[in-house]
């Protein structure tokens, strides 16, 4: 798949969390875009829409990062999940890789990072 | 990076009110150190002498250097070592006091020689002597005012200033803290970290002031307050309070800590059923309200250890990355 081509949701309920990790996404070819402000939208989008690939923080309100990626595994075991985790939450990142999340990603975001992560998933320009 | 302390010495010392503080603190940026309070500074002049050369410069328009080297109180030599030496930041904030007629060099001089006494502030540190300087500022900054203060809470302001410094900038005093029972806030987010014990932080501030703020973090430049500035607070409290957590776990494998997501207290009567401390970190922007409420669980292990700096929580975070490479 290309990866403009791909959909991509990002689960963040920092505004400018999620803008920063768009942008970059954006830079290296995507297109696609589904934003949720905490776990349970995320969960609902990941429902209605079959993403192809998402990005989600652990700290969120309502439902976290960890209480999503279960929900979304129960529901769809090949979900490819990458966990994008702020300094300070290693117990949860953990706990997030063991629920089967694929990968993850540091905060502050680096884009190489990103772009290797996409890669290895989709197809470039 | 000592400006930040000199300041609340100052205060401390009952030498400025905290107004004249902030009005030195918003001005000295407009302002250079002159040869003279350099000299001063360097023990090459007294106090004295510096106003003398000064008086003289209100007859005649030439420059500090020139006369001061023809009455033979310096040398070319040290005239120009004067002025190719890195000098403490907190001379600037010193010399506007001065320039404001808040007190005279002569108690400018006092000032600095008592400052560097009682915190053993040399001229030449390395790094590791200014970390622990730093842990003696933060302590002292305390017992001004409070007693008894838990050792994380020292350890997380400790924290804090270096990473004001890292982020932010440090153009920054701290004022004296309070311990408060109540406050109203303005624009403010909150964090709870939680685990062997629990503390909520409060970042409070005007919109000005979290427009200038968030400016500076994400190096954007923000003209008004809106969701992205309000959001970068909130990055930079998550930041904040994220290596805190890393220094106590590594510090002390006992204690684990989790993370609640920022809130926003906006326009909001603070009621403080624990013990809460207010101080107050001024920039030239604004005032930046730290709000700090502890509580601690019967249990609780608290940590009481050597204090990491960020860059060796960042480091050791790598190390946990690594870890965590391998797993997934």
């Known amino acids: ?19 920063q990790l768009k942008d970059i996404i954006l830079s290296i070819g995507g297109t696609h875009f589904l934003e949720a402000s905490n776990g349970q939208e995320a969960i609902d989008l990941y429902a209605a829409n079959s993403p192809d690939i998402v990005f989600l923080d652990i700290v969120m309100p309502v439902v976290d990062g960890n209480g999503a990626i279960a929900e979304i595994m129960k529901n769809d ?10 300094i300070g939450t ?3 990142l953990k706990q997030a890789i063991q629920l089967g999340a694929k990968d993850f990603v540091q905060k502050p975001l680096n884009r190489n990072q990103i772009e290797s992560i996409l890669k290895t998933r989709f197809e470039g320009r | 990076m000592y400006s930040q302390f000199f300041g609340n010495y100052l205060l401390s010392k009952q030498a400025v009110t905290t107004d004249q503080l902030v009005h030195a603190i918003q001005e000295q940026h407009t302002k250079h150190l002159r040869l003279g309070t350099l000299a001063m500074h360097a023990g090459l002049l007294t106090a004295l002498q510096v106003d003398n ?24 030599e040290q005239v120009e070592e004067l002025l190719n030496t890195q000098t403490p930041d907190y001379l600037l904030i010193g010399q506007t006091l001065v320039d404001d007629g808040v007190f005279t060099n002569t108690d400018l001089d006092k000032y600095i020689k008592s400052y560097q006494k009682e ?10 002597e200014q970390q622990e300087n730093l842990d003696a500022l933060v302590r002292n900054l305390f017992l001004i005012t409070l007693e008894n203060v838990p050792e994380y809470v020292l350890q997380y302001l400790n924290l804090l200033f270096n990473n004001l410094l890292r982020f932010i900038g440090e153009d920054f005093t701290p004022l004296n803290p309070s311990i408060v029972s109540e406050f109203v806030t303005g624009r403010c987010s909150s964090q709870v970290v939680k685990g062997d014990f ?26 008004e307050y809106d969701e992205y500035v309000q959001a970068s607070v909130e990055d930079f409290l998550n930041l904040h309070n994220g290596l805190f957590n890393v220094n106590i776990s590594n510090n002390n494998s006992e204690v684990s800590l989790q993370l609640d997501p920022p809130v926003s207290m906006d326009n909001t009567m603070i009621s403080c059923s624990t013990e809460t401390i207010l101080l107050p ?12 409420s502890i509580s601690e669980s019967e249990n609780s292990v608290l940590p009481e250890t050597k204090n990491l700096n960020s860059l060796e929580s960042l480091n050791n975070l790598e190390a946990l990355m690594n870890d965590l490479e391998k797993m997934s």
């Not at chain 1, 075991?77 to 702020?86: Q, R």
Request: charged share 25%; net charge negative.
């Open chain 2, 53 to 76: 050369v000064v008086i003289r410069q209100t007859h005649e328009d030439r420059l500090f250097g020139e006369i001061a080297i023809e009455e033979g109180l310096l040398t070319e």
């Open chain 2, 119 to 128: 915190n053993e502030i040399s001229q030449l540190e390395s790094d590791k």
């Open chain 1, 1 to 19: 798949m290309k990866l403009e081509d791909a959909k991509i949701l990002i689960g963040d309920d920092s505004i400018l969390a999620r803008k």
């Open chain 1, 90 to 92: 290693q117990l949860q």
């Open chain 2, 281 to 292: 970190i001024i920039y030239p922007f604004g005032i930046i309200n730290l709000l700090i």
């Open chain 1, 77 to 86: 075991p090949a979900a490819d999940i990458v966990v994008v985790s702020s």
């Open chain 2, 198 to 223: 629990q503390l909520t932080s409060y970042f409070d501030m005007t919109e000005d002031a979290a427009v200038a703020f968030a400016s500076r973090y994400v190096n954007d430049s923000f003209t």
